[in-house]
T-cell receptor, first 111, second 112 residues
C-alpha cells in the first residue's frame, strides 16, 4: 500500500516568516494530494489539494507543489500568522477512494 | 461545516466490553470512512464504505467491524475493546471517493 512520510514533525516560525512542510509518497499511481489542517479538539479540515496533472497550486498565502518524478509534494505558507498554528497533515490517494496520511507537522507561529 | 455528527464524543470503557461508535451525515455523500488518530501515526484508515451495505477494510481493521444500513449512518464496532484501541476516532465523508473528505469532530475513546 501507499506510504507517506512527512517532515518535519514540528516547526516553529516567527510571525511573518514562511513555513514549508514536505511529504514523500511511495506509490507512483497516486494522483490526488490533499493537505489538511487540524486545530486543537477539532477534526482535520482540507486547506488545499493538488492533482497529478498539475505542478503547483496557490490559494492566497498557501501553495502546494508536486514533483511526480521525485514523488514528493510540499506545502508552503507565506506571511505566517498566529492563526496558522495547528497540526498539518499531507495525504495521498489513488483512484481507490482511500487516503494515506503522513504523521503530521505541528506548526507554531511565534508572535 | 459539513453535516457530520459523531456520537458519543467521549467514552471510557473497560477491556473486553463491546463498543459502538456512530457517524451520522446529512450530506447524502456516498463514501464514509472511519479513521483512528494516534500520536506519531497521523490518521490511519480502519474501514470504509462506498454505499449502503458495501464496506471494505482499511490498513488497521483487525478488531473492528462496521455496518452501513442507511446512507446517512456508518457504525464502527469494537467487539471486545482492548487498551490498544484507546485512540481518537474520526469519521469522514466524501461525495466521489477520490475527492475532498470532510471530517467529523472525533470521538475520544479510552479503554481501561
Amino acid at each position: 500500500g501507499e506510504n507517506v512520510e512527512q517532515h518535519p514533525s514540528t516547526l516553529s516560525v516567527q510571525e511573518g516568516d514562511s513555513a514549508v512542510i514536505k511529504c514523500t509518497y511511495s506509490d507512483s499511481a497516486s494522483n490526488y494530494f490533499p493537505w489538511y489542517k487540524q486545530e486543537l479538539g477539532k477534526g482535520p479540515q482540507l486547506i488545499i489539494d493538488i492533482r497529478s496533472n498539475v505542478g503547483e497550486k496557490k490559494d492566497q498565502r498557501i501553495a502546494v507543489t508536486l514533483n511526480k518524478t521525485a514523488k514528493h509534494f510540499s506545502l508552503h505558507i507565506t506571511e505566517t500568522q498566529p492563526e496558522d498554528s495547528a497540526v498539518y497533515f499531507c495525504a495521498a490517494s489513488r483512484n481507490d477512494y482511500k487516503l494515506s496520511f503522513g504523521a503530521g507537522t505541528t506548526v507554531t507561529v511565534r508572535a | 461545516d459539513a453535516g457530520i455528527t459523531q456520537s458519543p464524543r467521549h467514552k471510557v470503557t473497560e477491556t473486553g466490553t463491546p463498543v459502538t461508535l456512530r457517524c451520522h451525515q446529512t450530506e447524502n455523500h456516498r463514501y464514509m470512512y472511519w479513521y483512528r488518530q494516534d500520536p506519531g501515526h497521523g490518521l490511519r484508515l480502519i474501514h470504509y464504505s462506498y454505499g449502503v451495505k458495501d464496506t471494505d477494510k482499511g490498513e488497521v481493521s483487525d478488531g473492528y467491524s462496521v455496518s452501513r444500513s442507511k446512507t446517512e449512518d456508518f457504525l464502527l464496532t469494537l467487539e471486545s475493546a482492548t487498551s490498544s484501541q484507546t485512540s481518537v476516532y474520526f469519521c469522514a465523508i466524501s461525495e466521489s471517493g477520490g475527492d475532498e473528505a470532510f471530517f467529523g469532530q472525533g470521538t475520544r475513546l479510552t479503554v481501561v
